[in-house]
C-alpha cells in the first residue's frame, strides 16, 4: 500500500524490477495488489482491514499515516514500511536494531537531514529573514527541533505551521507570506508527496513566490525550487528485499530497520526562473541533478 494514485511510478517500477530480479512472479508464485490512500487515515484504515480479512502474506506501507494503520489493523501480519519519519518515537517499533514486533523496513531520513535542508535553502537565498517549517499530517517532532536549530545558528526567524488537512495550499502559501515568510521547508509527508498533491504544493509556492527546499526529489520534480533527501529508489529496492526475506521465512522482529545511506540534491531552474531567483554557482556545483 503506497502513497501514489498509480502504481506505475518509477519508484513502483523500482520495486516490482527488483521482485523480479529476486525470482518473484506476479500471479506465479506471487500476487502483488497495490492499494493506495494518499495519506487519507480513513482510506488507509479501510485497506488495510482489507488486507487483514484477506490474510495477505506481507503488507508494504508507505509512509506514516500508513504505517500506523498498519499497526492499528495487525500484531501478526508482517509490515515493511518506507518513507516513516520516526517510528521509534511513534511507537511503531523498540528500536532500529530491535523492532521487536510485526515491522520492520527503511526509515525516510536520519538526523541532521532536516537542518541541512534549511541551511541549503538559506545559503541559496541569502536575504532570508523568516523561515516556516511547513508541517504535514505527520511530521516528526525531531524535525522541527533540527529546523528551529538550524534557524538560529542562521540567523533566521522560525516558525511551524500545520499544512491544512484540505490540501489548500493555496490559502496557505498566501497567509505564510502575509505573515512574513520567506523560505520554506518540508520533509516528506503522505498528505504533500503523492501527485498531484505535490505539484499542487509547488504551484502554490511559486504563485506566492516562496521559494521552497522540500525532503525528496519528487518534490523538485513536481516543481519545488529544491529538494535534499534520501534517493527515493533506493527505498524501493530495499522494500521490495525485506518482501523476499519475510516470503523466505525471516520475521520482522529480527530484520533491523535500516536508515538511508545515499542522499541527493536537485534543483529546479525553472521554478527559479519563476520565482526571479538565481540560484548560486556553488549549490549548483553541489547539485546532484539540475532540473533545466
Known amino acids: ?11 513502483w517500477t523500482r520495486f516490482y524490477s527488483r ?20 495519506g487519507e487515515i480513513a482510506k488507509a484504515d479501510a485497506i488495510l482491514r482489507d488486507f487483514v480479512r484477506e490474510q495477505v502474506a506481507v503488507v508494504v506501507v508507505t509512509g506514516t499515516t500508513e504505517a ?19 517510528p521509534v518515537e511513534l511507537g511503531l517499533i523498540r528500536s532500529l536494531a530491535r523492532p521487536g514486533g510485526n515491522i520492520t523496513g527503511r526509515i525516510q531520513t536520519v538526523s541532521g537531514v532536516s537542518g541541512k535542508q ?11 529573514r523568516r523561515a516556516v517549517y511547513g508541517r504535514g499530517a505527520t511530521g516528526s517532532r525531531e524535525h522541527g527541533e533540527e529546523i528551529s536549530a538550524a534557524a538560529r545558528s542562521l540567523g533566521l526567524a522560525y516558525l511551524q505551521s500545520d499544512l491544512p488537512r484540505d490540501r489548500d495550499f493555496d490559502r496557505w502559501a498566501e497567509r505564510m507570506k502575509w505573515e512574513g515568510v520567506d523560505t520554506a521547508v518540508f520533509v516528506l509527508d503522505g498528505l504533500t508527496f503523492a501527485p498531484p498533491h505535490n505539484a499542487a504544493l509547488a504551484a502554490a509556492l511559486i504563485k506566492h513566490k516562496l521559494p521552497a527546499i522540500c525532503g525528496a526529489s519528487e518534490y523538485a520534480d513536481a516543481g519545488c525550487l529544491m529538494s535534499y533527501g534520501p534517493v527515493t529508489l533506493d527505498h ?6 525485506f518482501v523476499d526475506k519475510i516470503l523466505k521465512g525471516a520475521k520482522p522482529a529480527d530484520l533491523p530497520v535500516e536508515q538511508p545511506t545515499r542522499f541527493e540534491l536537485v534543483v529546479n531552474l525553472k521554478t527559479a526562473k519563476a520565482l526571479g531567483i538565481k540560484i548560486p554557482s556553488l549549490i549548483l556545483l553541489r547539485a546532484d541533478r539540475v532540473i533545466e
Open 1 to 11: 500500500m503506497g502513497t501514489d494514485p498509480s502504481a506505475k511510478l518509477p519508484r
Open 68 to 86: 500506523l494503520a498498519a499497526k492499528r489493523a495487525t500484531s501478526t501480519i508482517p509490515i515493511v514500511m518506507l518513507h516513516v519519519l520516526d
Open 19 to 38: 521482485m523480479h530480479e529476486l525470482g518473484w512472479r506476479d500471479g506465479e508464485n506471487v500476487r502483488l495488489q497495490p492499494r493506495f490512500a494518499a
Open 118 to 128: 534549511l541551511e541549503l535553502i538559506a545559503q541559496t537565498i541569502p536575504s532570508a
Open 236 to 241: 524501493y529496492s530495499r522494500g521490495a528485499e
